[in-house]
Nanobody
Framework: QVHLVESGGGSVQAGGSLRLSCSAS????????MGWFRQAPGKDREFVAS????????SSTNSVKGRFTLARDNALNTVYLQMNSLKPEDTAVYYC????????????????WGQGTQVTVSS
């Protein structure tokens, strides 16, 4: 079992930055691919970015490419989402998720989820 807890959300102005963290309990974190998803009010949950178990491969949705960076520290059981040049359309609840297999952009592939952290970007 893996328990995930996100932190680092908040309110920023457009153009600002935030770094989200996702801390995991459990000894199997280092074998997990991790993903970040977000959900805005009235919208479906959407894929943001994912990272392989060793951090060697990342993938992100086109709307955040060049602005968001994903990294992980398996020694600290933590994955990070660095978000720069934030836009109002990035406003959402951000969730981290884990799966004991390869990366995926499909939310239903992930059995483990955090509780979410709110990110609000004002214009």
């Amino acid at each position: 079992q893996v328990h995930l807890v996100e932190s680092g959300g908040g309110s920023v102005q457009a153009g600002g930055s935030l770094r989200l963290s996702c801390s995991a309990s459990g000894r199997t974190f280092s074998t997990f691919a991790m993903g970040w998803f977000r959900q805005a009010p009235g919208k479906d949950r959407e894929f943001v970015a994912s990272i392989s178990w060793n951090g060697g491969t990342t993938s992100s949705t086109n709307s955040v490419k060049g602005r968001f960076t994903l990294a992980r520290d398996n020694a600290l059981n933590t994955v990070y989402l660095q978000m720069n040049s934030l836009k109002p359309e990035d406003t959402a609840v951000y969730y981290c998720a884990g799966r004991m297999s390869g990366m995926s952009g499909r939310y239903y592939d992930y059995p483990y989820w955090g509780q979410g952290t709110q990110v609000t970007v004002s214009s």
